[in-house]
């Protein structure tokens, strides 16, 4: 069995077999000062905004038209642009060839006129690694919710570990998450693979030496680990 672990969702895997388990071990609380903070920003209208998960949109959602204030969104990867033009069909939205901060930074560098302000939206919780940079944009991040442990759902994938070949991680703080729960000597002996290099980097920080895929997503992650 494989074992996907993830923050909130339900991204089907149902093209695969039946031996994919995905269990969302976290759920986002949205911050409601930050959108507060994020609809005042919007009161000027810009061009480019940059959104690094689908959950951004479901904090958004019922709150802010984004269309008021952005006509260009920059999305980290296919779910995350779909969520954005399912919500707002008239904004564009654009993925970087590779489905990871990076990617995002350096389409950024390429869009981005110089001094021009860049709304950047995503979780409170992520690395270091991951920051957006482009020096010659001026970025106001938002960080609109906070990633939490649910305790059941991280209960439940721990109890599934013992049956799992291999567990795919889908961010640092869902990898440090578990890790904190089951401990480095359960993972010992499992295939592991991360979905990229942010998280593959928190993996091989804490001493594992993951897999990470060519394309920075769940499927061809969940591919890798399939892999005998």
Do not use: W
């Amino acid at each position: 069995m494989i074992l996907v672990l993830r923050g909130k969702g339900n991204y089907s895997v149902d093209h695969l077999r039946d031996e994919v388990v995905m269990v969302p071990i976290l759920r986002p609380v949205v911050d409601e000062e930050s959108i507060g903070k994020l609809i005042d920003a919007c009161r000027v209208p810009r061009r480019i905004g940059v959104v690094m998960s689908a959950e951004v949109i479901d904090a958004i959602r019922g709150r802010l038209d984004l269309t008021r204030c952005i006509s260009l969104v920059i999305g980290v990867g296919p779910s995350t642009c779909g969520a954005v033009t399912s919500l707002f069909p008239t904004i564009r939205c654009v993925m970087p060839p590779q489905f990871f901060s990076g990617g995002v930074s350096a389409l950024l560098k390429q869009e981005c006129a110089m001094g021009e302000e860049v709304l950047v939206m995503r979780s409170k919780d992520y690395a270091e690694e991951a920051s957006i940079t482009a020096p010659n944009c001026r970025i106001m991040e938002f960080g609109l919710y906070e990633l939490i442990v649910d305790d059941e759902a991280i209960k439940r994938a721990a109890s599934l570990l013992k049956d799992a070949s291999a567990v795919v991680f889908t961010s640092p703080k869902v990898f440090l998450s578990f890790l904190s729960i089951v401990g480095r000597d359960s993972l010992k002996s499992k295939r592991l693979v991360a979905i990229g290099p942010t998280t593959g980097a928190a993996m091989i920080k804490n001493g594992f030496n993951p897999l990470v895929p060519p394309r920075f997503t769940i499927r061809d992650a969940v591919e890798m680990a399939l892999e005998r």
